[in-house]
């Protein structure tokens, strides 16, 4: 059977270095003489704005004014900020109030403390029209968010000591966090990594994953054998998340392609929302507030009212059942077809709707924000890096050229250097069983849209080599990205 390769390892060279000319737009956007240096040596604005951003004494690291943000100045504060979430978020008093309370209420009292220099970085980021970072990966690893956000913004002390006047252990509180299932090993660890790194750097960036219900699975050893069980991590909530559903995206499968004046067009599609739910990443000791965007499937219609008064109770609720299949599990089992196909859907579920939401926030960008039109599209890689950890979001280079090409009018020569320009790709192995696969026949009938556009790619790739090693048809049929086509 014909096979197709989403990595596109054979056109590494040519779709790459998205982070070229990468900055951090700090200080470029600042008059001289406008800054002076506090008592405690800090660098402050003597206008200070939403904008402002002082160099530490760090070469290169940037920082992010919190002028005019409340702030848990001191262990009164914290005991302060605690109680008023224990009453008023978790609505209990100390009467009845479970350790679990507690963890909830010293959580939103945390993001309290986080949440401004949150927005803050945002607008920075806006006013300044920096280059961003979107970090595309299957996996974050991102481990326990609570001692490390107080750690990154050096209230750690402060807190205990609140913690310890009220009674409570810090460390029994910070055991009771869930970790987020959202990784399974290296892969996830780098990427977690990575953003913690580009938020203490300055660096501006979105990571962009999916919102897992289960991850993978928790393991218990019951009578000497390991038994799999889910691992339901949001069964108590996420008081780290944020939802944002006025950003929700349409992700398209199946239907087919026409032309219609001289126009291509994938019709006819099923089609399935992405709910995205925000976490901040911050920095270290910078002020620095960035962003993991993760998504949720939903279905467009979830309940069928009529089926369920007919006495269907089963088929009025199949479709979302269905449909949220996509972000149940991280890495469904793929021994079958319905596996496969789950995979598939997956990957290319975080692609696209990453990449629309990269487009929006180009076309919102300070330049073009009064409507989003008329919006130079060759600017897009001085303002985007997009780089793809592994294989899994490799279908970002086949989505980006469908929607330049199909819903932006770009000819094929200017969406393929646009999107070159833009993709960077990292492989963490080279071993073949490591390297996906897919069956053309799941690729047509899944994506028949992408199957055209990586089709038109490899014959392009293929050109180049034939022109590099004439003649040598073994070298064109091992650097395919499709089997049987290198003829």
């Known amino acids: 059977m014909e096979q197709v390769t989403t990595a596109f390892n054979a056109v590494q060279q040519t779709i790459t270095n998205g982070i070229n000319g990468l900055t951090t737009n700090g200080n470029d956007h600042e008059k001289p003489n406008e800054r002076t240096k506090n008592s405690a040596g800090s660098t402050l604005s003597k206008k200070p704005s939403a904008v402002t951003a002082p160099t530490t004494k760090y070469k290169g690291i940037k920082q992010i004014s919190i002028c005019g943000i409340p702030l848990l100045e001191n262990v009164q504060a914290v005991k302060k900020t605690f109680n008023r979430h224990l009453h ?7 009467d009845i109030a479970t350790d679990r309370d507690y963890y909830q209420s010293l959580a939103y009292t945390v993001r309290d403390h986080l949440v401004g220099r949150w927005i803050r970085t945002q607008q920075y980021h806006y006013e300044t029209d920096a280059k961003r970072v979107y970090y595309l990966s299957l996996e974050f690893f991102m481990g326990r968010t609570l001692a490390n956000t107080m750690i990154n913004l050096g209230i750690e002390n402060d807190v205990d000591e609140a913690l310890y006047e009220l009674g409570l ?7 009771l966090e869930t970790d987020a299932a959202l990784g399974n ?3 996830g660890r780098l990427a977690a990594c990575f953003l913690d790194s580009m938020a203490t750097l300055g660096i501006s960036s979105y ?12 393991q218990k050893i019951e009578d000497g054998f390991q038994n799999e069980y889910p691992d339901d991590w949001l069964r108590y909530g996420n008081p780290w998340e944020i939802s944002r559903p006025e950003f929700l995206v349409p992700v398209q499968f199946y239907g087919k392609v026409i032309e219609e004046n001289g126009k291509t067009k994938w019709v006819d599609t099923e089609i399935i929302q992405a709910m995205p739910f925000d976490t901040p990443i911050p920095g270290y000791n910078n002020n620095v507030v960035n962003t993991l965007r993760l998504w949720s499937a939903k279905a467009p219609g979830k309940f069928n009212f009529q089926l369920f008064n007919s006495g269907d109770y089963i088929r009025a609720v199949a479709e979302q059942s269905l449909t949220e299949n996509i972000t149940r599990v991280l890495y469904p089992n793929d021994n079958f077809d319905e596996g496969k ?3 598939l859907k997956q990957e290319y579920f975080l692609v696209s709707a990453s990449l629309q939401d990269i487009i929006r926030r180009f076309k919102f960008s300070k330049p073009y924000s009064k409507n989003g039109k008329n919006v130079d599209f060759t600017n897009f890689p001085e303002k985007a890096a997009i780089h793809l950890n592994d294989t899994h979001p490799a279908l970002s280079v086949a989505e980006l050229m469908r929607l330049l090409i199909d819903e932006e009018n770009f000819d094929w020569d200017q969406a393929f250097d646009i999107t070159k320009k833009t993709i960077a790709y990292t492989n963490h192995t080279l071993l073949p069983e490591a390297l996906e696969r897919w069956p053309i026949t799941m690729f047509e009938r899944l994506l028949p849209r992408h199957i055209q556009i990586i089709k038109q790619i490899n014959a392009h790739h293929l050109d180049l080599v034939r022109q590099k090693w004439p003649g ?13 086509e290198a003829q």
């Open 169 to 175: 252990n810090i460390e029994e509180l910070e055991e």
């Open 88 to 94: 008023f978020a978790v609505v209990k008093d100390r």
């Open 341 to 343: 196909i789950l995979r």
């Open 472 to 484: 040598d048809d073994q070298c064109c049929k091992r650097m395919s990205l499709i089997e049987d």
């Open 207 to 218: 990571g962009y994953g999916l919102r897992y219900d289960y991850g993978i699975f928790t």
């Open 185 to 187: 090993g290296g892969l």
